[in-house]
């Protein structure tokens, strides 16, 4: 009988000792709240430092960038403009048509190179990003990649705006020429 009732309570220990688990008792530490220190507050304050100047640079180099696509596309538009005074159809003909493919060509050009700039924000942004203890990371994450996804869906759309100018200039017939006799027997 003896051996009976020290093979149940030997059972019922370690079938106990099984559901909680070896370390269960171990493990069970409780939450720890720590206050901001003084050390993150600076790495965050150098963090948004670097993120307003980052900032300030990628939105001076987009500035630069449609400036100077700007000028080159007003220089070729003030050439074709010279081509029309002329009134020879297949110069304007053959003008327009590089006009075309030029300021298609710096379209695509001018949206690869901001989005060029926008890439180099973004790793300029993750390095200092590294700087910053875990918890903060994410929250600084979140807000680059939300500047950065706004940036790029402004340039789609600018983007499509500049193809849509340039078909429009293609439609247009530029030179008409009006055969008009009674003023030539006069």
Not at 4 to 14: D, F, Q, V
């Amino acid at each position: 009988m003896k051996i009976i009732l020290t093979t149940i309570c030997i059972l019922c220990i370690s079938l106990t000792a099984q559901s909680q688990g070896l370390i269960g008792d171990i493990m069970n530490v409780e939450t720890v709240n720590i206050e901001l220190t003084e050390e993150n507050e600076k790495l965050k304050a150098e963090y948004d430092e670097t993120l307003e100047e980052e900032t300030a640079n990628l939105n001076d180099d987009i500035a630069k960038l449609d400036e100077d696509y700007t000028k080159d596309v007003t220089s070729v538009i003030q050439d074709f403009t010279k081509s029309l005074e002329d009134g020879d159809e297949k110069v304007v003909h053959n003008e327009k048509k590089r006009v075309v493919t030029r300021v298609k060509s710096w379209t695509m050009n001018h949206k690869k190179r901001k989005k060029d700039a926008v890439q180099l924000y973004m790793n300029a942004m993750q390095i200092a990003n590294r700087k910053l203890p875990d918890f903060m990371r994410a929250e600084a994450d979140k807000e680059v990649k939300k500047t950065a996804a706004d940036h790029l869906k402004a340039f789609d759309e600018e983007y499509t705006a500049n193809l849509d100018a340039v078909r429009a200039f293609e439609k247009k017939e530029h030179l008409v020429i009006n055969n008009n006799e009674s003023a030539s027997t006069n």
